[in-house]
């Protein structure tokens, strides 16, 4: 298939349109690189460089290509951030969806996945979070997220848009020389192995005062090659369904605390920590039952082991910094 990838510059649009190219896909990835780096494209990707907002650029460029599908992961991802600028996240994350969904009606082009988030649920009801849960989050970023479904939602109903949408728990690891790379970087694995590489001195725990075994936030946590995994079984299932929603998530939670254990036991480093108060808008539990990805979608993870997940990470970490500095963006 001829399919273009934006956000493919980043950690997981990379990852899956690696995937893609590996399956014997034509891959074109189109990203601003605002808060990603062109080395990171993958090789064998045909690259454009423009941001989703430039509408007529990116519907010259479905006109050129003809795509038989679109997969979207460019996105502002940063919880905390989006606390403090939520323009910044529903501007880039949900008005840009907006501009991309009219460039492909205008097009032609009719099947998308899209890269969501558990965000969407805010404070889970059920120990399990499955998608027939209430739809209450707790922080911008996932009302962004939240609100690109509902316009998808829409773009099915009166349009015929097929889609599927994704939503995700915690993504770590690598896929060979490709590996999670944010800037700024907030995500936890990634930071406690700053700790583990001499980098940062600490690290912050916000808030050790959840109703949780020991007091931290517990998170479902999903290697990378999973994830990509799911979203070319998507992008298939799109054939056979019209609209798929469904969460990506290994079932299991584990705490910041049990993070920091791991990584102590895979890297062999002490890990200082110092404790913080809570951040605003983090939910205490996020545990996902990918129940319905299993049946729509026949996924499975393969690498559901917290430890195995680390080690992955840990493998590529040091290698993201032998890249030269990325330029400074305003």
Known sequence: ????????????????????????????VLDS????????????????????????????????????????????????ESMLKPEL????????????LEAMHATGTNRLVFSSTAAVYGEPQHDLVDENDRLEPTNAYGESKLLSERIM???????????????????????GSHGEAHEPESHLVPRVLDVALGRTPFLNIFGEDYPTPDGTCVRDYIHVADLSEAHILALHALGAHDRIVCNLGNGQGFSVKEVV???????????????HPRRPGDPARLVASSDRAAKLLGWQPRHPNLDDIVASAWAWHPERYKLPPRPHTH
């Open 33 to 80: 690189l605002v808060r990603s780096r062109i080395e990171y494209v993958p090789r064998g990707a045909h690259f454009v460089q423009a941001d989703v907002s430039d509408r007529p650029r990116v519907e010259a460029l479905l006109r050129e290509l003809k795509p038989d599908g679109v997969l979207h992961f460019a996105a502002f991802l940063e919880a905390g």
């Open 1 to 28: 298939m001829k399919l273009l990838v934006t956000g493919g510059a980043g950690y997981i649009g990379g990852s899956v349109a690696i995937q893609l190219l590996q399956a014997g896909h034509e891959v074109t």
């Open 261 to 275: 254990e791991s990584v102590r036991r895979v890297t062999g480093h002490p890990i200082p920590v110092h404790p």
């Open 89 to 100: 996240y529903f501007r880039n994350n949900t008005a840009n969806t907006l501009a991309l």
């Open 153 to 175: 939602d829409w773009f099915h109903r009166v349009h015929g848009l097929r889609y599927a949408s994704l939503r995700y728990f915690n993504v770590a690891g690598s896929i």
